[in-house]
Each structure stands twice: as structure tokens, then as C-alpha cells.
């Protein structure tokens, strides 16, 4: 017996479902989702296929496709009608970016320093390296002073090079190395101030941290270059790199403090009063309890005003000192290697060693915030 | 027997461990060392001002300064005195802050939203962009805009000609210049209030609609006549366009506004999606093929035809899918506004007789006559700015958008609000919340950068008052001083109003 309302035969099956992966699942999900996305998607191929080309032609040399002129090539090769890059020059006049002025027959000594600072940071930034207290001691105490001597000279027999002809990425690099090593301490210092009950103390770091942060750091350094003379007394010179060091120092070690006091603050409460509790002194509660924490809790933000520090190590080039990009901008006039090219080849390629350091400064900080990151999100 | 209790004296301490009173003492100590610091710094100053016979003070500000400034919006020459070279620089810095802010703002949106959306080739070239220009130094980034780009284009008799009497090389870009007559104040000020009363009507519309449902009856049929209008423009404009590509439609007298009063006429029908994606087809087609053109030279125009039909057809394709609203019912009154804001200066321009006419730029002998230049310089620093701080405020939407927590949009879906009205009014005014104080340290930011302007010779500020004249005057206390101040007085305005913004919006927690 049937029922006119029970069914009698099976319900088709359901055409297979649409393609959730692979490929063309992709592009339909993530290129051609709507109407407007699909416009969107053949807009950015027409602005991609207009401009990779010409760029990457500009950057390639003529072996693989491009016009530049590979390393070894020569000044002709540079200046002939439509030619790429002259990577021949920055190759040329590679020594005079990475030491400056400095002697060549003494270019063991920056040498040196580089191998020993990057021997020194690796572990240092790697979690898991032991012996930390002792690599950062090396890093940030001993290491400066043995660089100082290094590359200054006038010991051991050494012979002496005034800072007037160091030059080049080693002096981009000592300068942020520098900025970064004495801003620490302060900024840490002036957080604390900027956090104290004291009220004296409390309004003098404010007062300091608001005035450097208020004002562009080019007129920080000439007021470096130009008043730190006047403050000393009568008859003492001020080292120009040395100006331009504390110039930098002082504003850094403000926008620090700033990120320092974030860290402060977004400690609970309970932290302070369980250190007074235990009965630690004002410098033993921040030293054991509070700052490991806070500065924990900074680190990509201490790493990102690094990258700020180190991106703005290149204003010292306007009160005169041969960093990379003021080694850059001389040499560009250089009439040997003079060409159409010349000049924008060399902001590429000091665009690219800052945009090197910079971006993996800024990955070490994403890095750092996954791993410190210990799970309080929803 | 009572227990006896002997009450312990509190511990004696000496003095100097009492908190409090060691606070003072801290607190004497730093004051007198800092008193000491700066009490000698003055003495050296003083003793070394004295050895080199300078004397301070501000008279200088009133001396003639004997130097000329290449770029200036108040008069200036070398008969000028200092305090106008001072008030020379500011204004400069004011006018490259605020060209960059502007900018910056619409790069920055663009390509934050542009980072988070769903398309995977638009989000990834935000990122390219981004990653590359966050991290490179402005100053690199200027270098390469005035040194290897401006300074790299042609002389003057070669100098690239762009659309609207546009030219450009080394010296910089040469626009034509405007030459408002006198009634012209009547237009713009026309302008200013038919603006003004285009948001008040809007305001208005809007609080009745909240009120009863409805948006009231006068601004409806206004609407229906605005759109009426605004689509006839727009026709008109798609029939001239289509007669310049198809000649043959030229035969027919003025088959411009018959387009234009077929498409008003179908507006009035609930197809008026179809007109719009007329429209909108043809206008795409247009300016595609006038776009790839100027980009490929080198393709075929057969190509470049088809690309931009394609194109075209895809936005048509697009607006006949969009939103079937009918257009002056139930949705926003924008073509009203829009209307008041085009017609009431309009219909002023035409009563006062008020004519606008542009001196064009004219190449002779050596350069150019008329116009208006603008110093390579300027240019320079209002490309890096724009596009370095673009960057950050990039982030700053980005961050800003995704802390807008992802149960707001799905509540907002299960109101049954669609894409664009809940990014508009639950996402956006929440994310706002979270965008608006670090935009405005951005801001900030790029004013403070402006001053790099005095690397590439840009008369801003640092290099008219920090440059020339502490060099011509010596007067190195009192020039950093002022510039200080200012750049000081600036930081703290915002810092003021970035505080009394965070206390507006805050959340009121519980």
C-alpha cells in the first residue's frame, strides 16, 4: 500500500559542492569574490603589468632581461641611451659607503668591530642562546669601549683617525648603536621619573621627555652642533660626531621613556603593592619586579623606536657628518663614474641597506611580540 | 589577672629612612643639581659670548636681513626684516604641512582599507607599499624626489606638457593661474553657504527619518528633481562622449540631450539601474581607454579598446547589480545636496556676471610667462611627506579598524544591515575611536618632518630661521629658542585638543 505522501523514489544527489580548494577555488574566493572585486582585481594586473616592467628592467642587469650595468662593468656602459642602474659604480665606490674617509690600510679595525658586534648580538637576540647576562654586559658595556679604541686608535701602537674621516654605514651604524646603548638607561630612568610621586622629579622628566619629543630632531641637532659649544667652558672642543651623538641620544632616550611608561602603566597594580608588600626598597621593587615585567611587555615597542632611531641617524648628514646617505650624495657628484643613472642608482642602493636593516628590525619585533604574546586574548 | 600588654614603642628609625622625608631630600638634591647644571652652562655661555664679543637679545628681529627667499607667500625681498623672514618660514612650513596632511589622509585610508580587504592582490600590493616606505628614511625618500626625479626631468624647452595647460620640469611644475575678478568673492562666499546649507538640509532629512521612518516630503521630491537633473548632466556628458567615439552619431542633431533626456526620462522608471549602468559604462569606457593609452604606448590600440570595453562592461555589470533602492525614495538625499552645492554658486557665477579665467602658462625664449610655479622644491617635499606618512596612517586605519572586535560586524549582519552601511555606521565610528589619536601625532609627525624641507632647500622654517639667518646673525640662542618655541607650541596645541578628543569619545565604562 503507498501513501500519495511518502515519497517514492530517492531524491537526486546534490551536484558536487564548488571547488573549496585549489587554485581556481582561490582566485574565486580571493580575486573574483564579488562583481567589484573582479574590477578591482584587472585594475591592480593593469597598474602591476604597467609598472613592474620598466622597474624591473631599471634593476636587472642586461644578463637576465634588465639594463643596468652588473658589477665590473664600466662608465661607458653606464652612459649609454637607456641604460639601467650602473650597479658598476656602487661596486666601484663600495669601501667609500662602508668606511667613509677612513684609512683603507686600516680597514681591518672596522672590520673587526662589525665581526665582533655581530658575534655579540645573534645570541644575544636569540631566546634560547644561554649566558645572557654576560652577552649583554659584553654587548652594551664592554663592547662600546673596545670599539671606541678600535676604530679611534692612539693605543697599542695603533695609529689614531679622528672621527672627521669616519664615514659610511660604519658611522650610521655607530651612531644608532651608539643612540640606542645610552637611550636605554635614560629613557628607562626618565620613565621612572615621569612615573615617580615626587613631584619635582616627576615634573622635570616631563618637562624633558615633552620639550624633545615636541621638537624634529634636525633642530635638535643643530642646537647640538651649534649651542653644545657654547655650554662648555672656554678652550674645550666638542667632537662634531660627538654632538650629533648627544643630539640624537637625548631625543631617542624621550620617545624611549614614552614607551617605557606604556609598559608601566599596563602593569597591574597588584605588582606594585605585592613588591611593597615583600618589603623591596623603591629601586629593588622596580628592579626585580616591576621593569622585567614592563620592558617584557615593550619590547616591539622598544624595537620599533629603534627602527625610528636608526631611519633618522640619517638627518646627522645635515649638520655635516658622512653617514651612508651623505657618503651617497657626495659620491653621486663624482665625475668619473658621472651618468644619467648615477645618482638614482646610489639612493637604491642606500635605500636598500637601510630598508634591509630596518625590516629586520621590524620582523625581530613581530617575532618577539608572537613569542611574548602568552595567550590573554580572547 | 589582666594580661599585661606592653605596647612596643613604634621602631625607632633614624630620620633619613623616612620615606617622605627622603623624597625631599631626593627631590632637594636633583633640584640643586639640576640649578647647578644649568647655572654653569649659563656661565660658559656667557664667558664664551663675551670672548667672541656677541651680544644677545631680539633687536636682530628687527634688522634688515639683506637675503632673498626663492619661494614666499607674503612679500618678502632683501629689505625685509628678520621677523618676516621668521613669519616667511612658518608660513611656508603651514602651507607644506597642511598641502601634506591632506593628502596623506586620502592615501593613508585608501591604503589602510586597501590592507584589510578581502581582494588578495589589493591587500598585498598595501603591504608592498607600506613595508618599502616604512622602512627607508625620509630623508633618502626626499632625496630621491627632488635629486634623481625633479631635478632629473627636462630643461625648459623640452618640458613635459600634461593635460589642463600643465607643464613640468626642472624648474618644477607650472600650472595656469587663476585670475578671479572681483565677483568672484560673491561665488565663493555663495559656495561656503550653499555647502553649509546643503548639510543642514541633509542634517535635517536625516533626523526626521530617524524620527518617523521617512524622509520628509520636500526633500524627496527635491531629491527626485536633483536626480532628475545631475542624470541628464551625466547623460549629456556620456552622448558627447559617444559621439566623439561613433561620428556617425554626430549626424543626429544634438544627440547629446537626447541622451541626456532619455536616460533623466528612464531615471524616473524603476529601470533607472539600467541607465545609471549606461552611464557609467560609457564613462568608464572613456576615461580607460585615455588612461591606457598615456600607460602602454606601446600596446595596440586594438588591445587597449578591448581592455577598457571590458572594463567598462564590468563596472556596468557592477551598478546593475547594486542596490535596487528606488533612488529618491528611501535612500540618502546626496544628489540634492550635491545639487545645491553645484547650482546655488552656479546660478550666483551667472547672475554677477563673475568671469574665472586661468592665465595660461606660456613657453618663450628662456622660460615661462604667466602661470603659476611650483618650486620643484615644494613638490619634492610635498611627494615624500605625502607618501611616507601615508604609510604610518595606513597602519594607524588598519590597526583602528581591526580592534573594531569582529562580534560588532556579525551583530551588525544579523540586523540585516548590508556590507557598506555596516562598515559606515557600526565599523567606521567605533574604529574612529581608535584611529583619531594616533592620526593626529601623524599629523604632528609630518609637521615636524617639514622641516627636512631645509635638506632639498625648501624655505620652511628650520632652513629660512635655523639656517640663513642664525648664520648671518650669529644670534644662536635666540633663533633655536623661537623655532623651538614654535614647533613646541604646535606639539602641545594638539597634544591639548588630542586630550579633549579622548576625553569626548570615550567609553563610559561601568
Not at chain 1, 658611522?171 to 646603548?181: F, H, K, N, Q, R
Amino acid at each position: 500500500m503507498t501513501y500519495s505522501f511518502v515519497r517514492q523514489d530517492m531524491v537526486d544527489a546534490r551536484g558536487a559542492p564548488v571547488n573549496t580548494s585549489g587554485p581556481i577555488a582561490w582566485a574565486r574566493r580571493s580575486l573574483f569574490a564579488t562583481p567589484s572585486d573582479a574590477l578591482l582585481t584587472i585594475l591592480a594586473i593593469v597598474f602591476l603589468i604597467w609598472a613592474i616592467p620598466p622597474i624591473y628592467g631599471f634593476i636587472a642587469p642586461t644578463g637576465i632581461g634588465g639594463n643596468a650595468v652588473a658589477p665590473g662593468g664600466t662608465v661607458e656602459d653606464c652612459r649609454v641611451e637607456n641604460a639601467g642602474a650602473c650597479w658598476a659604480y656602487i661596486s666601484a665606490r663600495m669601501s667609500f659607503f662602508i668606511y667613509g674617509f677612513y684609512p683603507p690600510a686600516e680597514y681591518w679595525r672596522p672590520n673587526i668591530v662589525f665581526a665582533l658586534g655581530a658575534l655579540l648580538l645573534f645570541p644575544l637576540l636569540t631566546p634560547k642562546a644561554p649566558f645572557k647576562r654576560t652577552n649583554a654586559v659584553l654587548f652594551f658595556v664592554v663592547y662600546p669601549v673596545i670599539c671606541f679604541y678600535l676604530l679611534n686608535g692612539g693605543v697599542f701602537g695603533m695609529r689614531p683617525v679622528p672621527t672627521e674621516q669616519w664615514g659610511g654605514l660604519m658611522v650610521t651604524l655607530i651612531i644608532s648603536l651608539v643612540g640606542i646603548i645610552c637611550s636605554i638607561p635614560l629613557g628607562i630612568l626618565l620613565a621612572l621619573g615621569r612615573q615617580s610621586s615626587l613631584p619635582i622629579i616627576k615634573t622635570l622628566c616631563v618637562m624633558f621627555i615633552e620639550l624633545w619629543r615636541a621638537v624634529p630632531l634636525i633642530t635638535v641637532l643643530f642646537m647640538a652642533s651649534v649651542m653644545l659649544p657654547l655650554f662648555m667652558p672656554q678652550g674645550t672642543t666638542v667632537d662634531k660626531l660627538l654632538r650629533a651623538l648627544v643630539g640624537v641620544t637625548l631625543f631617542s632616550s624621550a620617545y624611549l621613556a614614552e614607551t617605557v611608561r606604556g609598559g608601566l602603566q599596563a602593569l597591574p597594580r597588584g605588582q606594585y603593592e605585592a613588591a611593597s608588600s615583600l618589603g623591596l626598597s623603591y629601586w629593588k621593587s622596580m628592579g626585580f619586579i616591576i621593569l622585567p615585567q614592563a620592558l617584557k611587555h615593550v619590547i616591539p615597542g622598544i624595537v620599533n623606536s629603534f627602527i625610528a632611531l636608526f631611519k633618522d641617524t640619517s638627518l646627522v648628514s645635515i649638520v655635516g657628518i658622512f653617514d651612508l646617505l651623505n657618503t651617497v650624495q657626495a659620491a653621486s657628484s663624482d665625475i668619473e663614474w658621472s651618468s644619467p643613472t648615477q645618482a638614482i642608482t646610489g639612493y637604491l642602493f642606500a635605500g636598500f641597506v637601510f630598508w634591509i636593516f630596518c625590516f629586520a628590525m621590524s620582523r625581530y619585533s613581530i617575532y618577539m611580540e608572537r613569542r611574548l604574546d602568552t595567550g590573554h586574548k580572547r | 589577672m589582666a594580661a599585661q600588654v606592653t605596647l612596643s614603642a613604634p621602631p625607632r628609625t633614624a630620620f633619613y629612612n623616612d620615606p617622605v622625608i627622603r623624597g625631599i631630600i631626593y627631590q632637594i638634591l636633583v633640584a640643586l643639581a639640576v640649578i647647578l647644571f644649568f647655572a654653569w652652562i649659563i656661565l660658559n655661555t656667557a664667558q664664551n659670548l663675551a670672548a667672541q664679543n656677541k651680544s644677545t637679545g631680539f633687536d636682530f628681529l628687527f634688522q634688515t636681513s639683506g637675503f632673498g627667499i626663492s619661494f614666499t607667500l607674503i612679500p618678502f625681498d632683501r629689505s625685509s626684516y628678520y621677523w618676516q623672514a621668521f613669519l616667511v618660514g612658518l608660513l611656508n612650513t603651514l602651507l607644506v604641512a597642511i598641502i601634506g596632511i591632506v593628502f596623506a589622509t586620502i592615501l593613508g585610508f585608501v591604503l589602510g582599507v586597501a590592507r584589510l580587504s578581502s581582494n588578495w592582490l589589493v591587500a598585498r600590493i598595501a603591504t608592498v607599499y607600506v613595508e618599502i616606505i616604512r622602512n627607508i628614511p625620509l630623508l633618502l625618500q626626499l632625496f630621491f624626489w627632488y635629486f634623481a626625479v625633479l631635478k632629473a626631468m627636462p630643461a625648459v624647452r623640452q618640458s613635459y606638457e600634461l593635460p589642463f595647460n600643465t607643464f613640468i620640469n626642472q624648474r618644477g611644475i607650472i600650472v595656469p593661474k587663476p585670475l578671479p575678478d572681483s565677483e568672484m568673492t560673491f561665488v565663493i562666499v555663495a559656495l561656503v553657504l550653499a555647502i553649509v546649507a546643503a548639510i543642514a538640509i541633509v542634517r535635517w532629512a536625516m533626523s526626521v527619518r530617524t524620527a518617523t521612518g521617512h524622509y520628509p516630503q520636500p526633500v524627496v521630491w527635491g531629491s527626485l528633481f536633483a536626480n532628475l537633473l545631475i542624470t541628464f548632466g551625466f547623460g549629456f556628458v556620456a552622448g558627447s562622449l559617444l559621439t566623439g567615439i561613433f561620428p556617425a552619431l554626430s549626424g543626429i542633431v544634438g544627440f547629446p540631450l537626447i541622451a541626456g533626456a532619455v536616460l533623466a526620462g528612464i531615471s524616473l522608471t524603476p529601470y533607472t539601474r539600467f541607465g545609471r549602468a549606461f552611464i557609467g559604462f560609457v564613462l568608464t569606457w572613456a576615461v580607460m581607454a585615455f588612461l591606457l593609452e598615456g600607460m602602454f604606448a606601446f600596446v595596440p590600440p586594438m588591445v587597449i579598446a578591448l581592455a577598457a570595453v571590458l572594463t567598462a562592461a564590468a563596472v556596468a555589470w557592477i551598478m546593475i547589480k547594486g542596490d535596487g533602492r528606488p533612488a529618491a525614495e528611501g535612500k540618502f538625499p546626496l544628489a540634492l545636496a550635491v545639487l545645491i552645492i553645484i547650482a546655488v554658486p552656479g546660478l550666483v557665477y551667472w547672475l554677477t556676471g563673475a568671469t574665472l579665467n586661468f592665465e595660461v602658462p606660456i613657453l618663450e625664449r628662456f622660460n615661462f610667462s604667466g602661470g603659476v610655479q611650483l618650486v620643484p622644491e615644494l613638490v619634492a617635499l610635498v611627494f615624500g611627506l605625502t607618501i611616507y606618512t601615508a604609510a604610518f596612517i595606513a597602519e594607524n586605519v588598519r590597526s583602528g579598524i581591526q580592534a573594531v572586535s569582529k562580534g560588532q560586524t556579525e551583530a551588525a549582519a544579523s540586523l540585516g544591515l548590508r556590507e557598506g552601511d555596516r562598515l559606515r555606521l557600526v565599523v567606521i565610528p567605533q574604529a574612529m575611536r581608535v584611529i583619531i589619536p594616533p592620526l593626529t601625532s601623524q599629523y604632528l609627525n609630518l609637521t615636524k618632518n617639514s622641516s627636512l624641507g631645509a635638506a632639498i632647500g625648501y624655505p620652511e622654517l628650520v632652513n629660512v630661521f635655523m639656517g640663513t639667518t642664525l648664520n648671518q646673525t650669529g644670534k644662536a640662542i635666540e633663533v633655536i629658542a623661537i623655532t623651538m618655541a614654535v614647533y613646541l607650541t604646535l606639539s602641545l596645541t594638539t597634544s591639548a585638543f588630542m586630550n579633549w578628543y579622548n576625553a569626548r569619545v570615550a567609553l563610559v565604562e561601568r
